[in-house]
C-alpha cells in the first residue's frame, strides 16, 4: 500500500507570508497527486490536481509542484480566510486513494 | 450545478447496521465514478470505497471489506453504502464524492452524514 506523510503537522504563519507544505509518497505515483483545504465542519475542497494543476476557481495564490514521491503545496501571500486544515491524496492507483494525515494551518 | 446530497446517518448500536445514500444531481451522474469517504470525530480523511460508474468495478479499505458494501442506481441517481456489523470505530462524518477521472481527483463532494456508532 502506498502511504502519505506530510510536514509539518502544524505550521503558524503571518499575513502575507508564504508557506510550504510537503507530501511525500511511500512508492512512485507520477503525478497523480490532489491537495484539498478543509475548514471546520465543512467538506473538504479540491484546490490542486495532477500534483499542479490549479482547479477552476481556486485563487491563484495556490500552487503544487513535485511528481514521484516528492510534492508540495504553497500557499503565497497568506490570507486569513486559508486558515483550514490541508490533505494531500494520491490517486495512482485505484484500488487505494490513500489521504495524508493533514497539516493545520493557523494564523499568527 | 453539481450538488452532492448524503443522508442516512444516526445512531446505531454495536453490531447494527445502516444504510447511507447519496442524491447526485446537476450532472450526468451515470458517466462518472463515485467514492465514500469518512472523517472520525477530530481525525484525518479516510477513503472508504470507490464504484465504476456503470458499478461492475468495486474497491474497499482494508478496514471495511467484508461489512460494507458499495452500490448505485444510476436510473435514480443515486449512490449507496450498506453498513454492516457497525463498530465503535466506524464512527464519523461520511462524505459521498465525485471522480473526475480526467486528471484523477474528487472535484465534488457532499456535506457529509454523521454515523455514530454507540451503545
Known amino acids: 500500500d502506498i502511504q502519505l506523510t506530510q510536514s509539518p503537522s502544524f505550521l503558524s504563519a503571518s499575513v502575507g507570508d508564504r508557506v510550504t507544505i510537503t507530501c511525500r509518497a511511500s512508492?512512485?505515483?507520477?503525478?497523480?497527486l490532489a491537495w484539498y483545504q478543509q475548514k471546520p465542519g465543512k467538506a473538504p475542497k479540491l484546490l490542486i490536481y495532477a500534483a499542479s494543476t490549479l482547479q477552476s476557481g481556486v485563487p491563484s495564490r495556490f500552487s503544487g509542484s513535485g511528481s514521484g514521491t516528492e510534492f508540495t503545496l504553497t500557499i503565497n501571500s497568506l490570507q486569513p480566510e486559508d486558515c483550514a486544515t490541508y490533505y494531500c491524496q494520491q490517486l495512482n492507483s485505484y484500488a487505494l486513494f490513500t489521504f495524508g494525515p493533514g497539516t493545520k494551518v493557523d494564523i499568527k | 450545478e453539481v450538488q452532492l446530497v448524503e443522508s442516512g446517518g444516526g445512531l446505531v448500536q454495536p453490531g447494527g447496521s445502516l444504510r447511507l445514500s447519496c442524491a447526485a444531481s446537476g450532472f450526468t451522474f451515470n458517466s462518472y465514478e463515485m467514492n465514500w469517504v469518512r472523517q472520525a470525530p477530530g481525525k484525518g480523511l479516510e477513503w472508504v470505497s470507490y464504484i465504476s460508474s456503470s458499478g461492475s468495478t468495486i474497491y474497499y479499505a482494508d478496514s471495511v471489506r467484508g461489512r460494507f458494501s458499495i452500490s448505485r442506481d444510476n436510473a435514480k441517481n443515486s449512490l449507496y453504502l450498506q453498513m454492516n456489523s457497525l463498530r465503535a470505530e466506524d464512527t464519523a462524518v461520511y462524505y459521498c464524492?465525485?471522480?473526475?477521472?480526467?486528471?484523477?481527483?474528487?472535484?465534488?463532494w457532499g456535506q457529509g452524514t454523521l454515523v455514530t456508532v454507540s451503545s
Open positions: 464524492a465525485r471522480i473526475r477521472s480526467s486528471g484523477r481527483r474528487f472535484d465534488y
Open positions: 512508492q512512485g505515483i507520477s503525478s497523480y
